[in-house]
């Protein structure tokens, strides 16, 4: 059983600050890629920013430069800096994570995936 527990949102004012945390834990073989994605009211979920295993980072262009994904040397919590907020970035931030449940897996390079119960953000104007 893979869990996946974030926390850090709030609410910011436009400008502001904030920085997520998901923490993963399983009885599993390894966590490769991460991934934040966020979903706003009345909108489809989006990717937000990916780290995979070996640090390799990507963001969605309307973040890029205010926003910084990373994870600790366990490789089981990745953390989501947010710099600069805007009122768009308003939404529900879902942590994200792809494993591999045994070694078998990882052979065939079959991911599963793990999500976490998200954790809102507000970003007041």
């Known amino acids: 059983q893979v869990q996946l527990v974030e926390s850090g949102g709030g609410l910011v004012q436009a400008g502001g600050s904030l920085r997520l945390s998901c923490a993963a834990s399983g009885s599993i073989f390894s966590f490769n890629d991460m991934v934040w994605y966020r979903q706003a009211p009345g909108k489809q979920r989006e990717l937000v920013a990916t780290?995979?295993?070996?640090?390799?980072?990507n963001y969605a262009d309307s973040v890029k430069g205010r926003f910084t994904i990373s994870r600790d040397n366990a490789k089981t919590t990745v953390y989501l800096q947010m710099n600069s907020l805007k009122p768009e970035d308003t939404a529900v931030y879902y942590c994200?994570?792809?494993?591999?449940?045994?070694?078998?897996?990882?052979?065939?390079?079959?991911?599963?995936?793990?999500w976490g119960q998200g954790t809102l953000v507000t970003v007041s104007s």
């Open positions: 780290i995979t295993r070996g640090g390799n980072t």
């Open positions: 994200n994570a792809k494993y591999y449940s045994d070694y078998l897996q990882s052979l065939y390079g079959n991911n599963l995936d793990a």
